[in-house]
């Protein structure tokens, strides 16, 4: 398997990656089915134990054809986490740029973040046991993105601290806290059939900003 | 790799796993010396992706003797489950049984999950990652422990509520939201050196008991 992929990273320094037609929308189309299903594939057996041919069996490609849509094993992989990443980073830049409460914006982020897990239910899986499967400059960019995200999440609890909607502590532990409601939420939304990731946002998000105790319930009405 | 995993799979069924000395001490120290292993190299690099022969060479064992102490490698995989999930179940049923406020005992049950997933990483790594490798019988039992520990769990919100202590619409959803925030703790803690577990298990608890809002925060004292 490992040999597949030096032999992809060979073909990738050729240059020829570089020509291939990635502004045809039917290239883009056939591209993005392998990426569902490898995303599906790396899901349910693991990313090591997925060889090039199960891939290329399920695509119903060669193995030339399927290097032409994808490169590489580790750049499915690593297209896969940007599935993941660039629309969360997206949103979140735009939900921390408007004129609302902290507590407000970070409930959207909430909202798109099950969302997400939800609905890409096999990329999160990937995304969150994989990750350490990719390296070198892959590896930074995934870094750098997921600091990015956790900063800015980050940001608004300390702008709600700032602005005297909330109590916190200790800023970078409330905003994990925050994120390990929501991320391992994959792990089991399967079993629960038909939940609405924005009914389940909410039911997070008062449970992060006003608790379950009855005490003081009254006073926050 | 499953060659052999249906070789000692046989090698069960011989009925020689139950003829060997699982009393004797020394066989038991070596033999958790084999699951410690193990977990580290299924944290590392996948169960799937982890052969019998990598075990035996980090061991230092031969294969034979390697099947002697663990008897196969789902066997290794179903104990390091048992590992995480059996101490767990334990202390839960030990708390719940206490005179305390449903509060209370689940703050303690807080603290003994975030103890586990601090101080058993690699084998919490691997449970979290590698259970649906389980099948059949150990499957079954997986599901069963699980089932009886989330119960136990949702019985002390319950219990909450009907003592007026905690305001619950989902007690089920709640349940997997407190497990959540603390399952995935896994997947950061290794970024955050000398974090403490009870440090962080009452700052989880005191969101969720008391939510992150300062209104109402005055009021609950």
């Known amino acids: 398997m490992y040999g597949r992929i030096r032999m992809s990273k060979e073909y990738r320094a050729s240059g020829t990656r570089d020509d291939r037609p990635t502004g045809n929308a039917k290239f883009l189309a056939r591209r993005n089915e392998i990426v569902d299903l490898a995303a599906e594939l790396f899901a349910r057996n693991g990313y090591a ?16 054809a399927l290097y032409y849509y994808i490169g590489s094993k580790e750049s499915l992989l690593s297209e896969i986490h940007d599935r993941v990443m660039d629309p969360l980073l997206e ?7 408007l004129d ?4 407000a914006r970070i409930r959207m982020i909430s909202d798109v973040l099950l969302h997400q897990v939800c ?3 096999d990329h999160v899986w990937v995304f969150l046991h994989e990750y350490r499967a990719l390296v070198g400059e892959r590896r930074e960019t995934f870094r750098r993105k997921r600091a990015h995200f956790e900063d800015s999440l980050a940001a608004l609890f300390s702008a709600g601290v700032a602005d005297g909607e909330f109590e916190i502590d200790n800023i970078q532990l409330t905003m994990l806290a925050f994120l ?24 997070y998000c008062d449970i992060f900003f006003v608790g379950v105790a009855s005490r003081g319930r009254a006073a926050r009405g």
């Open 100 to 103: 609302a409460s902290a507590e």
């Open 119 to 121: 609905e890409r239910h």
């Open 91 to 97: 949103e979140t830049n735009r939900i921390s740029g």
């Open 49 to 64: 134990a997925t060889g090039i041919r199960e891939l290329g069996e399920a695509a119903s490609l060669a193995r030339g």
């Open 180 to 203: 390990s409601m929501h991320n391992y939420t994959y792990q089991w939304i399967r079993r629960s059939h038909s939940l609405d990731p924005s009914a389940l946002s909410k039911l």
